[in-house]
């Protein structure tokens, strides 16, 4: 053991055995609930390598908002009505683009960080890709020109968040948790893993290795910018970017060869690597090239420490509804009904990636906290101008690397707050970079699919369709959609066959399949709870009232020979809590 592993086993033990480590159940701290195999060590690194795979947001979400034109006024002429080449207006685009800078790195340390405090979970949050795309360019669209405004957009997001907090009170988002089958559950976690490997094979994020194409879904792709058409297609030169086989040896093959050895912070490596070689210019792996973006990009990197105020998106929401209430209820559903899905399916995988899911209650700990600190960071988010902020698939980079606890996700929003005042370098990690690493934590995540319940055809044809569904619609929330109705079609007409035929037609390998029932099971949520308690006492409180009115009924009904039924009436009023306690019902 050398003297640095030596000074890390001292700094894990002091810390674990101290009043810190006890809150956060770290090995060594006596805690009834301790974690087995936490170290604070590990959990900085596991926070760094979450932080810098999903660093890219920080550019990228500034860049897909800033499409939107937010508060910028364009007078637009019939020759560009879109001020796609209106000088003054553009100007104002860059600006917000760096004020969503800021905000989209103050959002995110702000949600990882109390993720990670009140839920002790290593998943960090952040505003999610898709969801961002959806609201800049279908619901407010490219410079304005959608159904409704920046700040009206805002506004629906705002309020998703609250209707969230209701939800998450009241159960609903665990009981849709709770209610799908134990092979969906681990089939979206799958699905999630290969879409994290086909972003990592993408242009937008990843090491550009495949590309949309206009005959197939997909085609191989890697060719040089100078060799793709308006629309990103490679016309030749496939497989030939410097960039994209940069990202595979030092962001890939170095990085699995680390990872073979057990090597810690093996993706930090890689991605730390890939990055400092790209930043050189006149080389042919530059991500600042001699164009007009790679030139802006340079003079952005140049400033290093640099801070943008939140001038043009802080708290810009517009409540007059009026103005397009269709649009905006419209708006509103699609946001609840997207992030519900998307963000429960991807909270429970990365819990199940953990290792934290209940086998019995099929939940987590504190879900119901988890589910409202979630839901409160949206709201906070459209007040920074952000969309809706949802758990971050890319969270499994660090829960790969060790992160078991909350201290990952906090150690990843220190890191996302102080990217506030170093934008300039964070923003300048390239795709490249960060795309082996998302391809190697998919592989990681799809070690699970053995778990799946393959005997039986209704649990295993339904999974398959999750799994297929998830990186081939690019959303988790429809690939889970596609599998539970694919799983209440196939399972259904089995169940309309087996009435129909009194149990006479039934599959061979029914034996074999799970069991599955839509009543929630495990504890509910604490809310309910408290209120059923309440509930009872109030009951109990009222019963005992009843039982002494009925105790000074008038000596008249008594003389007439009622006092039996009155004394049958105490006792049911008396003994009626008892036996409910005691008895079963059928």
């Keep these: 053991m050398n003297t640095a592993q030596r000074a890390a086993k001292a700094v894990n033990q002091k810390v674990g055995s101290s009043s810190f480590g006890h809150v956060f159940r770290l090995e060594g701290s006596r805690h009834d609930k301790e ?29 897909i908002l800033s499409e939107t034109g937010g508060n910028c006024v364009c007078d637009g002429s019939s020759n560009d009505p879109t001020c796609r080449i209106d000088a003054i207006y553009l100007d ?17 340390g702000f949600s ?26 279908q619901i407010v669209g490219f410079h304005g020109a959608g159904p409704i405004s920046y700040n009206l957009a805002l506004t629906a997001v705002f309020i ?19 209610t799908i089958p134990a092979s969906l559950k681990i089939a979206c976690a799958c699905g999630i893993g290969l879409y994290l490997a086909q972003v990592g094979l993408s242009y937008s994020a990843g090491i550009g290795a495949i590309s949309g194409s206009r005959t197939t879904p997909l085609q191989i792709a890697g060719c040089p910018e100078e060799f793709r058409d308006d629309d990103g297609f490679c016309t030749s ?57 790679g030139d802006d990009r340079w003079s952005f990197f140049k400033k290093v420490v640099y801070f943008h105020p939140i001038d043009q998106t802080l708290n810009t929401l517009d409540w007059d509804v009026t103005k397009a209430p269709a649009q905006f209820a419209l708006a509103l559903f ?43 960071s949206i709201s906070v988010g459209a007040l920074l101008g952000c969309s809706p902020v949802t758990t971050f698939v890319e969270s499994g980079a660090g829960i790969a690397e060790g992160g078991k606890t909350g201290l990952t996700a906090m150690v990843c929003g220190i890191c996302f707050f102080i990217s506030m005042f170093f934008a300039p370098i964070f923003a300048s990690i390239p795709p490249w970079a960060t795309g082996c690493t998302l391809i190697l934590v998919g592989c990681l995540m799809m070690r699970q699919v053995v778990g799946i319940n393959w005997k039986y055809t209704g649990d295993a044809i339904p999974a398959f369709v999750t799994i297929m569904f998830i990186p081939f ?74 039982a002494e009115s009925i105790r000074s009924v008038d000596t008249r009904d008594i003389s007439h020979g009622n006092s039996r039924a009155v004394d049958q009436e105490l006792d049911v009023i008396t003994v009626a809590p008892e036996v409910e306690k005691t008895t079963t019902r059928p």
Excluded at 259 to 271: D, N
Aim: net charge positive; proline share 4%.
């Design 35 to 63: 974690i087995k195999d936490t170290k604070f060590t590990t959990e900085i690194r596991a926070g760094l390598t979450t932080f810098f795979t999903m660093a890219y947001i920080i550019a990228v979400n500034a860049s």
């Design 92 to 108: 104002c685009v860059r600006d917000l683009r760096r004020s969503l800078i800021t905000a989209t790195a103050a959002i995110a």
């Design 112 to 137: 990882s960080f109390l993720f990670g405090v009140l839920t002790n979970m290593p998943v960090c949050l952040a505003p999610g890709m898709g969801l961002n795309a959806y609201f800049a360019y």
């Design 160 to 178: 998703e968040g609250f209707i969230f907090i209701a939800l998450s009170l009241i159960g609903m988002r665990q009981w849709l948790v709770k």
């Design 237 to 293: 030169h496939k497989m030939t970017s410097p960039t994209m086989w940069i990202g595979i040896m030092c962001g890939g093959v170095i990085t699995a060869y680390l990872m073979t050895f057990k090597v810690k912070s093996a993706m930090i490596a890689g991605i730390a690597l890939v990055s400092i070689m790209s930043w050189p210019r006149r080389t042919r792996f530059t991500y600042f090239p001699d164009t007009v973006a």
């Design 334 to 376: 699609t946001f609840l009904y997207v992030d519900i899905i998307d963000c429960t399916a991807t909270l429970y995988s990365m819990a199940r990636f953990c290792g934290v899911v209940d086998p019995e209650t099929g939940d987590f700990p504190r879900s119901t906290l988890a589910y409202c600190t979630d839901a409160f």
């Design 473 to 546: 619609g690019y959303s988790a929330a429809y690939g889970l959609i596609a599998g539970l109705m694919s799983y209440a079609a196939l399972n259904g007409f089995v169940w309309v066959t087996k009435v129909v035929t009194r149990g006479r037609v039934v599959p061979d390998d029914e034996d074999e399949r799970e069991y599955w029932t839509i009543k929630p099971h495990g504890r509910l949520p604490w809310f309910i709870r408290s209120t059923k308690t309440l509930t009872s006492r109030v009951g109990s409180h009222h019963s005992n009232q009843y």
